[in-house]
């Protein structure tokens, strides 16, 4: 779940030569709950992060950054689970040239792969993550069949015709 996440925090507690007592107490959580983060079994919430930045004395945006990636590997890992396999080439042209007859799941697939790829859309992927309205509505489109999603693409490519070349 959180692996990136957690070997990067376990790093740097080693690093300042604390133990994961010290460290729990200082960001006053329990230890178990650090070793689930360390672990990678637990993805802690923002104010948890906060307290373990704080206690670590890095920047938030760090762990969050590396919580972003984490989430993006699960995502990828879930939707590869649908017999999406790639066969090598550029996986950014597969997403941005996406075949009518892909499905939804390879395409979104594709594009996960994508921002892995691509250092200069590690941003646009971090905000797209952060983004709860976002979020929301990627939710609510796995739930559409293919003929609604086409009517909604259709809508956004009248809105943003840049961002559908």
């Known amino acids: 779940m959180g692996l990136v996440l957690g070997q990067y925090i376990k790093s740097k507690r080693k690093e300042m ?33 906060a307290k373990i930045a704080a206690s670590l004395d890095i ?14 590997k699960s995502a990828t890992s879930k939707l590869s689970a649908g017999n999406v396999t790639e066969t090598g080439g550029d996986i950014l042209a597969v997403a941005r040239n996406a ?34 309205d976002l979020r929301a509505i990627l939710k609510a489109g796995a739930k559409l069949s293919d003929e609604d999603l086409q009517k909604i693409r259709k809508i956004m490519e009248s809105l943003y015709p840049d961002e559908f070349l």
Do not use: W
């Open 17 to 49: 030569k604390l133990s994961a007592q010290a460290l729990s107490k200082k960001a006053d959580i329990s230890k178990s709950y650090l070793d689930y983060i360390e672990s990678g079994s637990r993805e802690p919430r923002p104010e948890v992060l």
């Open 99 to 132: 075949d009518e007859d892909m499905t939804v799941d390879e395409r979104a697939l594709a594009m996960t792969q994508a921002a892995f790829h691509g250092k200069s859309d590690d941003a646009r992927v971090a905000e797209f993550i952060g983004n709860p």
């Open 59 to 72: 920047e938030l945006d760090v762990l969050l950054d590396k919580q972003v990636q984490d989430q993006l």
